[in-house]
């Protein structure tokens, strides 16, 4: 048990839909993240939040929109993706992101865009 | 611009010893660390250097050299439930680069 827990575990999704992927934890941090894992590339970084505030946007395109309204939550929006956006969507937290602290990953949401 | 080089592939015995390289240039640098991430499962942290040398925990230590840019993530006595990908990543001001990960196949 990381103290990272993310919902979905799966999801297809078609182009035209709109979904959310939802991230809690329970570990008292103050930094959230947003990561992309695609077979054979890096985890690409996507979204960061500092107590509550968005601190990184890394050129995400915005068919992706985060939300955290509080330090233990974090959302990611999709809508009107392509299938390239098919990937593993980890979360992540810290105790906080301006200092380097080891950051606790949750499962991931595998998902699949027909 | 900032990059990290490990290599995607390495292949070691059980019992043996195994150091898994990673080079990297980055701006703001303020640490690097090394994950570790079975298939299907989430990267979870092995170790953190921001100072120049060795730290050892247990069957594992990491190496760092920021003059060269380059650490290396040494496992000791190998065994079967090391077989994973091991991620390295550096640090600065708000913001994380992940190496590639190197994939590591411990055979019996």
């Known amino acids: 048990e990381t103290g990272v827990t993310q919902t979905p575990r799966h999801l297809v999704m078609g182009m035209t839909n709109k979904k959310s992927l939802k991230c809690e934890q329970h570990?008292?941090?103050?930094?959230m993240y947003w990561y992309k894992q695609s077979a054979k590339k890096p985890l690409e970084l996507m979204f960061v939040?500092?107590?509550?505030?968005?601190?990184e946007n890394n050129s995400v395109p915005s068919r992706f929109s985060p939300e955290c309204p509080n330090s233990s939550h974090l959302f990611l929006h999709l809508h009107t993706l392509q299938p390239e956006d098919s990937a593993l969507y980890l979360c992540?937290?810290?105790?906080?992101?301006?200092?380097?602290?080891?950051?606790?990953f949750g499962p991931g949401t595998r998902l699949t865009v027909t | 611009g900032q990059n990290i080089d490990q290599p995607t592939e390495m292949t070691a015995t059980e019992g043996a010893i195994v150091q898994i390289n990673c080079t990297y240039q980055?701006?703001?640098?303020?640490?690097l660390f090394w994950y570790q991430q079975h298939a299907g499962e989430a990267p979870t942290f092995l170790s953190y250097?921001?100072?120049?040398g060795l730290e050892e925990k247990g069957r594992f230590s990491s190496f760092l050299s920021r003059s060269k840019g380059y650490s290396y993530l040494l496992l000791k006595e190998l065994q079967m439930k090391d077989s994973a990908s091991y991620l390295c990543?550096?640090?600065?001001?708000?913001?994380?680069?992940f190496g590639t990960g190197t994939r590591l196949k411990v055979l019996a």
């Open positions: 992540a937290s810290s105790q906080e992101s301006r200092v380097s602290y080891e950051q606790y």
């Open positions: 570990l008292g941090h103050n930094a």
């Open positions: 939040y500092n107590f509550k505030e968005q601190t």
């Open positions: 980055t701006s703001g640098f303020n640490g």
């Open positions: 250097n921001v100072l120049d």
């Open positions: 990543a550096t640090s600065g001001t708000y913001k994380y680069i």
